[in-house]
């Protein structure tokens, strides 16, 4: 009979009825449907019903991808409606196996033992292996809904307790309350991508150097995983492994990788940045800046993207100009795009928080002026839509209503998160997100007189083209309004 330790090694925590439903139930034995599914009062020691439940399973293998799809045909999970496939896996005692789930399937892996007794659920399982023996790996999706293509990849983790690591080569080691120290020897400067990843507890990297380099990171890596990426210069450092509170204890696996540079591998941390123009820099936690000379009036976008930090962009200009941006352009990277009057900039490039470093690229590209006739200012027609240019400070208009009316306002903009405001005659509204996604709208019965409206952007740091429109429908108002 196959068993193993208590203890388990679960790199994603998920949840989900799936899980729930595979952690409380006896898989379906071959042929069975949900509701013939024995009753956990059963005798699991039921030898042939134990074999029954392995034989005739497709066989997994460790070290060696299996490649499936989960569609309406799976076996369906009567609980919840997901669709789940079952695998047989033979593992040895004092194993620690590693089995992973990628692909195109959201859902989770889960390891049972020959007496179908759930040990472990998650996109990546680690467990000990307590006695050799025969065991279920279920692959399951996430709800009624996940359906697609997956690779289950697995494997023996050797865990090591060596003092070294180098480089491009990974080792896996296990965390016990204290840190551990790690020497690790540079040979050749260059870039390098220092990780450690851990599902068991929140990872904290150190790492010391020659001439009093010293830098240490807790998240960048995501998922509670550390990541330093710097230029190394050749010699001996220290690294401390370790967890962000120091009372964590689990599996860790610690690698330091060339971080290659892309094009020329030319890093440019000053100096001028003009118009179709692009480069690579590195940050290390000071801020850099470039100058930007614009010498033609019109829209410009300059973008900061990189898969190492959170990238943050601030430029100033002639005038009091004064832009900043997080998050425009997705997944971390920061963009600003606004209409350049002719003069000089300075552009700040950093990270938005935090003491990541790492390489990030620079562009700057024209970009053509809308089509439309722009009015950033003036006084609202009802029946009519106006187009204007939000650059970070709000635009007024005037409203003018001569009877008591039902007023419609809708400000759209598939540039930035719109929000817009009306005062007046002791009236005071506003709205964010009333028209539906990042869109406002503004319904409200106004007495006769005049108005203010207010277009903006609900950050200061979004910019683009808007549309506001205006319908006004007379209404009768009761006194108490």
């Known amino acids: 009979m196959a068993k193993s330790s208590s203890f388990a090694f679960v790199l994603v925590a998920v949840g989900g009825a799936a899980v729930g439903f595979l952690a409380a139930q006896l898989i379906p034995l071959p042929g069975q449907t949900a509701d013939e599914t024995p009753a956990e009062s059963v005798d699991t020691t039921d030898q042939p019903a134990v074999a029954e439940a392995i034989v005739g399973l497709e066989k997994l293998t460790l070290d060696e991808r299996l490649r499936g799809e989960i569609t309406s045909a799976s076996e369906l999970n009567g609980n919840d409606g997901s669709r789940f496939m079952r695998y047989a896996i033979s593992l040895e005692e004092d194993e620690i196996v590693e089995i992973s789930l990628n692909g195109a399937l959201q859902g989770v892996v889960a390891l049972y033992d020959d007496q179908l007794q759930l ?15 025969d065991y279920v790996v279920v692959v399951s999706g996430a709800d009624a809904h996940s359906y697609g293509p997956f690779t289950v990849d697995s494997r023996a983790v050797e865990l090591t307790d060596a003092d070294t690591v180098a480089v491009g080569e990974p080792i896996d080691s296990w ?32 790492i010391e150097g020659p001439n009093g380099y010293a830098r240490e990171d807790d998240d960048s890596a995501g998922d509670l995983d550390a990541r330093i990426a710097d230029f190394l210069e050749p010699g001996e450092y220290t690294l401390t492994a370790r967890s962000a509170y120091g009372d964590g204890d689990g599996i860790y696996t610690l690698s330091v990788e060339p971080h290659e540079l892309p094009g020329d591998g030319e890093l440019r941390n000053d100096g001028a940045l003009t118009p179709d123009d692009s480069l690579n820099g590195w940050y290390s936690g000071q801020d850099l800046g470039y100058q930007v000379e614009v010498e033609e009036a019109g829209m410009y976008q300059i973008d900061m993207r990189s898969s190492d930090i959170d990238s943050y962009l601030v430029l100033e200009g002639p005038n009091g100009y004064y832009r900043e941006d997080d998050d425009s352009a997705g997944n971390l990277d920061a963009s600003i795009a606004d209409f350049l009057a002719p003069g000089e900039y300075q552009l700040t490039a950093r990270t938005a928080y935090g003491e990541s470093s790492g390489m990030f690229t620079l562009t700057m590209e024209p970009r053509d002026m809308p089509d439309v006739e722009l009015r950033n200012e003036g006084t609202l027609t009802p029946g009519e839509a106006l187009n204007g240019w939000y650059s ?19 400000m759209r903009s598939a540039d930035f998160d719109t929000f817009i405001e009306v005062s007046g005659q002791g009236v005071a509204i506003s709205d964010d997100d009333g028209a539906g996604g990042t869109d406002s709208r503004l319904q409200e019965p106004l007495l006769p007189g005049t108005y203010t409206v207010s277009a903006r952007g609900f950050s200061a740091t979004g910019s683009g083209l808007f549309e506001l429109s205006l319908e006004m429908e007379p209404t009768d108002i009761p006194p108490e309004l």
């Open 119 to 133: 040990l472990d659920n998650a996109p990546v399982v680690r467990h000990r292996i307590e006695e050799s023996g």
């Open 392 to 410: 970070g400070e709000p635009l007024t208009y005037q409203l003018e209503v001569e009877e008591s009316s039902l007023v419609t306002l809708e």
């Open 175 to 206: 965390l016990q309350g204290d840190a551990r120290e790690i020497t690790l020897n540079i040979e050749e400067a260059g870039l390098y991508q220092l990780e450690m990843r851990s599902g068991d507890f929140d990872a904290y990297l150190e």
